[in-house]
């Protein structure tokens, strides 16, 4: 039978994930932001110059249809551009647009405060403990349950 503190680790990670996004969400409400908005923004942002549309299907975990009429709808509003991957033209590579940037820009830094004001109080330390209990589950998991887009 598992230890009790095994049955909360799951409990609390996903807590944790759904609390992070809610003071996301609620930060950036001022800037008329939704969770549909400002998470496919921050990803292309952070994973750099251009993303391959189903790398940030399984990042945001969504499947590929959803994802399609959401990059539509920021397209419409001007806030990312897709264009043909260079090896593989059926590939769409998403790319932010100035636009795209400084809302992603303002979704960093709202992140920022609000990662800084949740781990206040907690030794550099503990901080690095949790990154690598978090990593090693991540990756134990990946071996047993390869990532898709749910």
Known sequence: MPHPKQIDF?????????????????????????????????????????????????????????????????????????????????AKIILLTARGRAIADKVEVAARRIRGDALAGLSDKDIATTVRVLKHVCRALATSVPETAS
């Open 10 to 90: 799951g409990f609390n990670v996903a807590r944790l994930s759904r609390r992070l996004r809610q003071a996301v969400d609620a930060e950036l409400q001022t800037f008329g932001l939704t969770d549909a908005t400002w998470r496919p923004l921050a990803y292309v942002g952070r994973l750099g110059g251009g993303v391959r549309q189903k790398e940030l299907a399984t990042a945001l975990g969504i499947e590929g249809p959803s994802l399609v009429r959401l990059l539509d709808n920021l397209e419409a509003a001007g806030l990312i551009k897709r264009k043909e991957g260079e090896n593989d033209r059926r």
